[in-house]
Structures are given as structure tokens and as C-alpha cells.
């Protein structure tokens, strides 16, 4: 049955006011105000954005609420995709005839618009597993130059995107008169590509070397891409040479990013590297109290905890479930939200958790005890000597990070009590940071356990 008095604009209309119930109204005029609807195919609206860097935006970020705002529109549910080209104001811009004002230069610049407002130093949670990141991140912005390249590493939705984006915020407060560039890896393709095609290629060129500080998001995407890694290699030279900061964010070390050649492996290793990894259980609860403010409904702190406790694998996904249960409450008016609703909400978030979470005490204990060339029982003994003890401690650590169980069921399967878990969750991170080997062991094993 079609829905035939109700076109694409009133179904965006509908969508639109739920998204204004349920989001700040600075997240909703940044991200979704400037949305077309265009066409109706079937059960999917077509919408209308300005370029595919803000779709994937909208898609990784607001996906959850995007269906739930669409959902039982008039007793239908209806799907939706973007289409680019809409609002090209978006796009930096050459001004055109005129010749460059300095605030030209800066619009130019930043007002980063292609930065999420919310990616500030603020608004960034630190927690055990992010503390390096966010520190060295931030000594990047306010000592250019210092730790060049840093080069921040980590799985997905991890935060590496948030820090970046906040490097460029933090210069246009601070230092507006410092040029900043953010630019995901993919964009760089793009334009260099279109400036091979449209002939304009030292304007390519001067896009991302006329400036102070260069943001690339993304840099595994270089691999195997021989021409992409020559032009980059030359702007990552011109850059540096002049002393200009270059942050860099990539899901894996330079060494393991597949077909990157030995000179760019090498330029990204000659920084500081920092790996950043998904925070902890009380890192993620403080998040999700924090992303509960940009929202207008309430859930509940057992609620959140429940989200805190069941979603390990990302903050994204962590903001996902959020999402999700704030757009419910929201468009069926559901005031108190509890954890047996949450749960049913989430069961295909959680799932998919679980699947991603197949990693036992016991598989844990076998690979740390290969790797150290110990044996199983000596992690389970008392014995006290450094050869032993460390990688008992770095078993204990591992387990804590990598599986959902709790302090106690670690400390069983240890023979030993919750403290000596609690304390070996404390003293890996600073054994890592005073001794090489023991990082490298660390990501290592942990890299073993990731799908
Ligand atoms: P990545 O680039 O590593 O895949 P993002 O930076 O895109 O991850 O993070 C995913 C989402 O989680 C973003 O909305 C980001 O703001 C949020 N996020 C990640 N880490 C934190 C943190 N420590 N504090 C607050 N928000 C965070
Ligand atoms: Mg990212």
C-alpha cells in the first residue's frame, strides 16, 4: 500500500521535528538543517547533501537516529541514502576575482567545516586508554612542531577522528591565525585526483601546503596506492621541513599498514606513535553521561550503565545505542526508559557484541604464556620472578581489556582476588610506558585478539 498523500518533503518534515526533539539545536542546524529531500523511491527518501565527506558523517554518526526518526511515519518506516552535490557552500571555496583578505585565508582555513563542533578537547572523556592519545594530542596543538609527526593509532571509533578535529578547533580559538587543515585520507585522494583532472594541481598542492598544520584523518587508506603515497610523501617533506606540525590518525602502526612503502613507514615512525584503544567501563559511562546532555531525553543512570556494562567494542557504537533509545523514547513519548525496554531496543547491538567478544580467560592465558615462553600453570603460580610475574600481570590486564567479565571472575580464573587484578589494570599501562619491549609485547598480543 503506498502512502500516497504523503511525499518525501513531509515525511523529512516529520523526521525533521523529531530530530529537533531529540538533538541540541546547534547539532541539528549543523548537521541536518541543510538537508534536501529530493525524491521518494519506494520506502526511500532521497536526500540531498552537500558532498559524500558529510554523508559518511551523517551515516557513521547519526545512523541509529536517522532510522528511528523515520520509523512509523503514519503507521510506514522508511530508509533513506544520501546524494552529494547539494550545498557546495560546504566545500572550501576559492574566492573568487578578489584577491586573498587574510579572513579569507581563514574561512578558508577552518570554522572547520568539516569538523563535528562537539570534537573539542571539552568534550573528550579521558580515561586509562586514551590518556596518552589525548595528551600528546594536545601538546601537538599547543607546541606545533614538537612531536612531529604524531601519529595516534587505534581500532575503529576509538576516538583518533574526535582528537584530530579537536587539534583544528583548538587553533582557531587559540591561534586564529594559524591555517589549520583537517583532511580524511579519502579527500586527499579525491582532490589530488581532480586536480590531476582539471589540471589545477598546484592549487592541490597549495591546498594542503600553504598552511601551519596538517590533519590527515586515516592514513592507512595509502596503502597500496603508489602515486597517492608519492604526492603524499612530497607534501609530507615540503611540510616538514618547514617544521609545520602533521598529525596523522590510521588504525594500525605504519609497519603493518599493507603495501606503504619503506620511506613513508619510516617518515610516520620518525614522531611520537600512540596507540589509543576503547576506554573502560567508568570511561564509558562518563562518555554516555556526557552525550546524554546534547540530548533532550533523559534516560536513566541504570540505563546508561546497562549501555556502559553490554557495548565494549567502540564508542561509536556506544553512541549508537544511545542514539538508538533516545530516538525511541522520544517519537513513541516513552518517559522512563528501563533496562528491560533498553535491552530489547539493543538486542542486534548486543549480538553483535557478543559475537565480537569470543575471547576466553583461557585463550588468553595460553597465547600471553607462548608469547613470554612460560608455561600456563607458572601465570597460575605464586612464583614472584620479574620473567613470570610481568606476564602474569599483562595476562590479567589483557583479560580485563578484552573480555566483558568483571574484576572477581578474572581473579578466579587467576586463583587470585579482585586487588591484584585492579592492580595489574594499573601497572601495565605504566610498566608500557618506561619500558619499549613491554609496549610492543602489549599491542602485539592484543592485535592477536582482534577479529
Ligand atoms: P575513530 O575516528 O577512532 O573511529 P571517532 O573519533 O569517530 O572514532 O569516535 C566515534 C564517536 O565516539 C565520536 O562521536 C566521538 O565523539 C566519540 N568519542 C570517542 N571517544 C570519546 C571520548 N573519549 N570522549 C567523548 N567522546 C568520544
Ligand atoms: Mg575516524
Known amino acids: 500500500m503506498q502512502a500516497a498523500n504523503f511525499d518525501v518533503v513531509e515525511i523529512w518534515q516529520v523526521a525533521a521535528a523529531r530530530l529537533q526533539q531529540q538533538i541540541h539545536l546547534t547539532t541539528y542546524e549543523q548537521w541536518f538543517q541543510n538537508i534536501v529531500p529530493l525524491t521518494l523511491n519506494e520506502n526511500t527518501l532521497v536526500l540531498g547533501v552537500s558532498d559524500d565527506f558529510f554523508a ?14 523515520l520509523t512509523n511515519i503514519e ?4 530508509s533513506y541514502s544520501f546524494k552529494s552535490g547539494y550545498l557546495p557552500e560546504r566545500k572550501p571555496e576559492k574566492p573568487k576575482g578578489k584577491a586573498k583578505s587574510p579572513s579569507a585565508r581563514r574561512a578558508k582555513t577552518v570554522r572547520p567545516g568539516n569538523c563535528l563542533s562537539r570534537h573539542t578537547f571539552d568534550n573528550f572523556v579521558v580515561g586509562e586508554e586514551n590518556r596518552y592519545a589525548y595528551a600528546a594530542t594536545r601538546t601537538a596543538a599547543e607546541n606545533p612542531g614538537l612531536y612531529n609527526p604524531l601519529y595516534i593509532y587505534g581500532g575503529t571509533g576509538t576516538g583518533k577522528t574526535h ?8 587553533m582557531v580559538e587559540r591561534q586564529p591565525a594559524t591555517c589549520v587543515r583537517y583532511i580524511t585520507c579519502e579527500e586527499f585522494l579525491n582532490n589530488y585526483v581532480d586536480s590531476l583532472r582539471n589540471k589545477n594541481h598546484s592549487e592541490f598542492r597549495s591546498f594542503v601546503r600553504d598552511i601551519d598544520i596538517l590533519l590527515v584523518d586515516d592514513v592507512h587508506m595509502l596503502g597500496n596506492k603508489t602515486q597517492l603515497q608519492e604526492e603524499f610523501f612530497n607534501t609530507f617533506n615540503s611540510l616538514y621541513n618547514q ?22 613507514v619510516s617518515r610516520f615512525e620518525s614522531g611520537v606513535a600512540t596507540e589509543i584503544s576503547i576506554p573502560g567501563f567508568e570511561t564509558r559511562l562518563a562518555i554516555l553521561r556526557m552525550m546524554q546532555e546534547e540530548h533532550l531525553v533523559k534516560l536513566s543512570d541504570e540505563v546508561l550503565q546497562f549501555i556502559a556494562n553490554h557495548i565494549h567494542s ?22 522512563d526508559l528501563d533496562v528491560e525496554q533498553a535491552e530489547r531496543l539493543l538486542r542486534r547491538l548486543l549480538e553483535e557484541e557478543t559475537a565480537s567478544q569470543l575471547v576466553s580467560i583461557e585463550a588468553i592465558q595460553r597465547v600471553v604464556a607462548e608469547h613470554f615462553e612460560i608455561r600456563v600453570n607458572d601465570l597460575l603460580s605464586d612464583k614472584k620472578p620479574k620473567n613470570i610475574a610481568q606476564p602474569r600481570m599483562v595476562a590479567m ?45 602489549l599491542s602485539l598480543l592484543e592485535r592477536k585478539f582482534k577479529p
Request: charged share 25%; proline share 3%.
Open 243 to 264: 617544521n609545520k606540525q602533521i598529525i596523522l590518525t590510521s588504525d594500525k602502526q605504519p609497519s603493518e599498514i599493507k603495501g606503504l612503502e619503506a620511506r613513508l
Open 397 to 441: 590486564f589483557l583479560c580485563r581489556k578484552l573480555t566483558g567479565f568483571s574484576y572477581p571472575e578474572i581473579g578466579n580464573a587467576f586463583g587470585r582476588n579482585h586487588a591484584t587484578i585492579m592492580n595489574a589494570w594499573k601497572k601495565v599501562p605504566e610498566l608500557c610506558a618506561k619500558d619499549e619491549n613491554m609496549r610492543r609485547s
Open 75 to 78: 503507521g510506514r518506516d522508511y
Open 56 to 69: 559518511d558523517w551523517l551515516k557513521d554518526n547519526f545512523d541509529d537516529l536517522l532510522t528511528a526518526v
Open 314 to 335: 567502540s564508542v561509536r557504537r556506544l553512541q549508537g545505542a544511545l542514539f538508538r533509545l533516545v530516538a525511541f523514547a522520544s517519537a513513541m513519548s516513552v518517559a
Open 163 to 170: 582528537l584530530l578535529q579537536a587539534v583544528a578547533h583548538h
